[in-house]
């Protein structure tokens, strides 16, 4: 009866630092919970840290409230609820949480890194010329082990193994942070790989984002230095006789150079097989060549572990063909735009060096296309084969591609050498969206393979000219990622990274981490910075969870007063504008104050939630009073970004007229806006039920319009409405607002006017045009919940899932009554709430209507 139990929206999570972390749980058979009852313990059946005893509360999600929690903790726990009738069901199985080092001290281990690598952070020039470093050490363990944790990280990027084996399926660790105040941590249990005797922990290094070099011959964003590379790790073991042991990294580690000779987080990254130390993280390798570590001086005050999913290989594509260029040159395709690793499977002699060149499109010659707007020129991978059967990718760093050219293959190699690694941070992979037109699913799914693309440690705009967080993706498109994938945990970590980013003055980056400092508007704007305020919200929203409201909502505080600072009379000015709007008449002033009205009335309602009501009517003046000076400036503005806006803020004294003009000028497609108002537009028309007005545009294939990318070809969704034919990015989520309207709009999946988490859903389909079935599904916090409807010529059937703990509120399509199809039929145990509405409990429910 009770399932799905999570810790800090994760299973069985280790190396938590919440000593009070959230619990949650979903129901399974019972509509409804009246009441819950949580015993955690410091072993499997315990109940010795904390008893809730029998809470008298529908609530699903609550903190853990027992004995003060301290480093290594480990906990136990499970849940019983009772049912509406009273009765309690029998206990969940169990679930466990363990915490992390949550101080300094508890770390003994040392940075370490090779003597070739030891330098002063901020020179990007450390180690010009060294290949990358492999580090070593070796540890006898006493006697058979029961239990083993592997505390690791690294800078800045790390692949850690003991005996010869990978500890984790995680790659590219550890995420991006303002590696000079946070580094993240990872633990791992690794009682499996260890054995009694002699065992030896192997590190390999790579400079990552932490570390970008300067050089001539290959592409860079930026150069400049955070920390050259080095490691820490801790080893903390458990013997079967209740005995415990630690080792560490330190001075009496060993350090070589790798077959890594070089790698560029933008550039590309060059590997020599025949340089390989055979064995060398296994025991009893030759290391007599080897040199002693250089200990690093930085000390463990930065560290914190990662409490979100890492990086993983998510799909495996194997490229569909082995095309031939003009000048004769092999190219994989692997059929898709995608970001990750291209692996090599060769069998070949050794000495041959293969230039692997990747790309999104093809010239008229059959070659690679790279250019700055797109993906960053050159950016090429180099490989030196040694003798045999071989497999090989970049470790520390990962590229943007559908094309990979390959320099100096062999003609007997075929399409079978080259595989696509597909790359994303793993969030579960959570919604559906189904539909009767083809170019509609197409639609989704290039939008969903560009969020797929940029879902990395942060929410990049493409992974292979920036890979840069840039914020305004985060918030004004979050619903389209939050519906596909489950990021509670996800965003949590994000806004600890935008948190870190805002200066003393309370400005936000455009950008966190701000690893480079942009000008003006490009590191100043209110759409940017504002993710601030709204991520909080959102996942406050779509999650149920004020934990980050709590926690940031001092900096969200310091924001919305860093842009009064610089508001006159009310207007904002700073900033990049609607950016990449076909209309270049829109004044940066008009989305920028926008922002800052959206910011101030998120905070105001934020303030409500907490119970901060001085604050709550205090920025709810200020909003009233941005809208006010708002009116006051644009009035006179004619632009479609001034219309949706202004309709947005409800500020049109004429709705209907407005509403008219913007729906005809959007069936039409004649569409001028950019990034920034995009959103606004489709939630504006939405909201008023012009779903046909949008539903036109949808379906059509000219420009501009996400049809005519499809139709040119586009595999992941672009950077601009001109798709393939354009020169810019072809992998870059922006422009994905319509995927909300599919799932909230086409599918009707939503929830109700005051709802928070999903607790009551308000299911509302369109209907729109010749559509004849949608299928629709999301997980929310207390289950799946999904719509599927279809219709002919004399029927229209709407099937419903409510999860237990939730209810919702149906509304068939308003369009339904004009084709006649005004004869409802509701199932037992719906309750009229209006004209071809009802509400309805969890469960699975089927609402029709007939001629």
Known sequence: MVTNLRTCDLTDPLGIELTRPPLSWQLAGAPTQTGYHVRAGSSPGAADLWDSGEVDSAEQRVAYDGHPLTSR???????????????????????????????????????????????????????????????????????????ARLYVAGLGVYVASVNGAPVTDAVLEPPYTDFGRRVAYAVHDVTELLRPGANTLGLALGPGIAHVAPHQDRYMKFYGSKASPRAIAQLEVRYADGTSGRFTTGADWLATHGPTTRSHWYGGEDHDARLEPPG?????????????????????????????????????????????????????????VVAGWPELDLDLPAGRTLRLVPGDQL??????????????????????????????????????????????????????????????????????????????????????????????????????????GWLEQVHLLFDVVAYNYDVAAYSRELLVTIAESQTGDGLVPDIAPEYLVFDGGFRDDPNWGGALVRLPWQLYRHYGDTTALETHYDAMRRYVGYLTSRAEDGITSQGLGDWLAPDSSTPVALPSTWGYWRAAATLARAATVLGRDDDAKRYTALAEDVVVAFARRFAGCRTQAARILTLDMGLTPDEPDAL???????????????????????????????????????????????????????????????????????????LGAIDSWFYRGLGGLGQAPGSNGFRRLLVAPAAPGDLESVRASTATPYGRAGVSWRRSETEFTLEVEVPPGSSAEVRLPDSLSGQGLDRHTAPAGAVAAGAGAWDVPAGRWTFEARR
């Open 73 to 147: 903790a480990t906990v136990h726990w499970r849940v019983r609820v009772r049912d509406g009738d009273g009765n309690w069901s029998g206990w969940s199985d169990e679930a466990r949480f363990e915490l992390g080092l949550l101080e300094a001290a508890d770390w003994s281990a040392e940075w370490i890194t090779h003597p070739d690598w030891h330098g002063a952070d901020g020179d990007p020039r450390v180690g010009e010329g060294c290949p990358l470093p492999l580090l070593a050490g070796e540890l006898t363990l006493a006697g058979p082990v029961v239990a």
């Open 280 to 336: 060398w993280d296994a025991p009893g390798a030759d290391r007599s060549g080897w040199r002693p570590v250089t200990v690093r001086p930085e000390g463990t005050g930065m560290l914190r572990s990662r409490a979100c999913p890492p990086i993983r290989i998510t799909e495996e594509l194997p490229a569909t063909a082995r095309l031939v260029a003009a000048d004769g040159t092999p190219v994989f395709d692997v059929g898709a």
């Open 363 to 468: 010239d008229a010659y059959g070659r690679v296309v790279q250019s700055k707007p797109t993906t960053g020129a050159p950016v090429f991978n180099v490989y030196t084969t040694k003798d045999g059967p071989q497999t090989w990718h970049p470790s520390f760093r990962y590229d943007g591609f559908r094309y990979v050219e390959a320099q100096g293959l062999p003609e007997h190699v075929g399409a079978e050498a080259l595989t696509a690694l597909v790359l994303r941070a793993d969030n579960e992979h959570i919604g559906t969206f189904e539909t009767s037109d083809p170019l509609l699913d197409d639609i989704h799914t290039i939008i969903d393979r560009a969020v797929r693309g940029n879902m990395y440690s942060v929410m990049t705009d493409c992974p292979h000219r920036e890979k840069l």
């Open 660 to 734: 008219d003009r913007l729906a005809g000028a959007v069936r039409a497609g004649e569409i001028t806006v950019g990034e920034v108002v995009l959103p606004a537009l489709f939630r504006v028309l939405a909201r008023a039920g012009r779903h046909d007005a949008l539903w036109a545009w949808a379906t059509s294939t000219t420009h501009p319009g996400y049809g005519y990318q499809v139709r040119h070809g586009a595999t992941a969704l672009t950077e601009a409405w001109d798709g393939p034919t354009s020169g810019l990015s072809q992998n870059h989520y922006m």
